[in-house]
């Protein structure tokens, strides 16, 4: 039996951001399929593993953590790997972890969702959410334009979290050559790290489901 558990689905970002750790750190982990497109994550028994009926969920040792964030915390410290030498690298790691979910992934994601999964076609919702991704990712793009990595020379996993959403550009309408170049030379340097797999084939789940 693998030391981790992973509980998520290939179309999300944030389940992708534990996976991503869990292979770039060199962990014996295994993918447990969650089918969100057939209803799993609203089911009682999804909910008795986590109330807030969401992916991630990682399973290591008798312990349950839920959240993205959370995860790549304990993971940081459970392996060595990605993490911080100082409290004050700790804090700035912290920064971004929670710029990018309350500023980044929030819309983005969203974004996605309707456009591209959901299919809502452009709405003044869509509109919304996508100058407040635009927003977002010009920060990212000025920020990764001064350093290799979020934080500094080296990827922690603020660089695993924020890079979650970004691997599928094209389902949120971004053309990074034309308006993030930094952040498209960023991304490849991610995917230069040993370990690295598109998130499409790291979990289970695509293509779509067929629906039951």
């Given at each position: 039996m ?31 399929f ?74 983005t ?104």
């Open positions: 693998a030391e981790y558990t992973l509980y998520g689905f290939a179309q999300s970002g944030n389940a992708y951001k534990a996976a991503l750790m869990l292979n770039l750190s060199g962990c014996d982990w295994t993918p447990r969650v089918d969100y497109f057939n209803g799993e994550t609203r089911t009682s028994a999804f909910r008795a593993i986590n109330a807030m009926g969401e992916v991630p969920v990682l399973e290591h040792k008798g312990k349950r953590l839920t959240q993205s964030g959370v995860i790549l915390d304990y993971l940081a410290q459970a392996t060595g790997k990605f993490g911080w030498q100082t409290d004050e690298e700790r804090r700035e790691i912290l920064r971004w972890l929670l710029w990018d979910n309350h500023k980044l992934t929030s819309y994601a969203t974004l996605r969702f309707m456009v591209s999964l959901a299919k809502t076609g452009e709405t003044p919702v869509t509109d919304f959410l996508r100058q407040r991704s635009l927003t977002a990712l010009g920060i990212l793009n000025d920020q990764v334009g001064k350093s290799r990595f979020v934080t500094g020379d080296q990827p922690t996993i603020a660089d695993i979290s924020i890079c979650g959403y970004l691997f599928w550009p094209e389902e949120f309408g971004v053309d990074y050559a034309k308006q993030f170049p930094h952040i498209g030379a960023w991304l490849e340097r991610i995917k230069a790290l040993k370990g690295w797999v598109h998130p499409y084939e790291l979990l289970p789940g695509h293509p779509l489901p067929a629906k039951t």
